[in-house]
């Protein structure tokens, strides 16, 4: 397994932020991976509007998981109306 951190824009309106955050790392343990920890920054305003909101809510998700199944948690993130973005990045090994 390969280290990664993904970071998840989430949209404003959600009201349980944590209760998302939960959602996708249990999606991450789905495909047999290990979540390590996840840091949640707030609401903060965005650079410029994404699909017509202009703040959203920041979260960092550092994990494990196998390089053939990172397609199926962008898959999978792509799905959720309350994530406006996500990019997953490779981290180097320990």
Do not use: C, N, T
């Not at 509007?49 to 960092?60: C, D, H, R």
Request: aromatic residues 8%.
């Amino acid at each position: 397994m390969r280290p990664y951190e993904l970071m998840v824009l989430i949209h404003p309106d959600v009201e349980e932020v944590k209760a998302q955050v939960d959602e996708i790392s249990e999606v991450i343990k789905g495909l047999g991976g290990e979540f390590h920890k996840s840091d949640i920054w707030g609401k903060r305003r965005l650079a410029y509007p994404v699909e017509k909101q202009v703040e959203g809510y920041y979260a960092l998700i550092e994990f494990d998981l196998e390089p053939s199944q990172i397609g199926e948690v962008d898959r999978l993130l792509k799905l959720r109306d309350q994530v406006l973005r996500h990019l997953i990045v490779r981290l180097d090994e320990k």
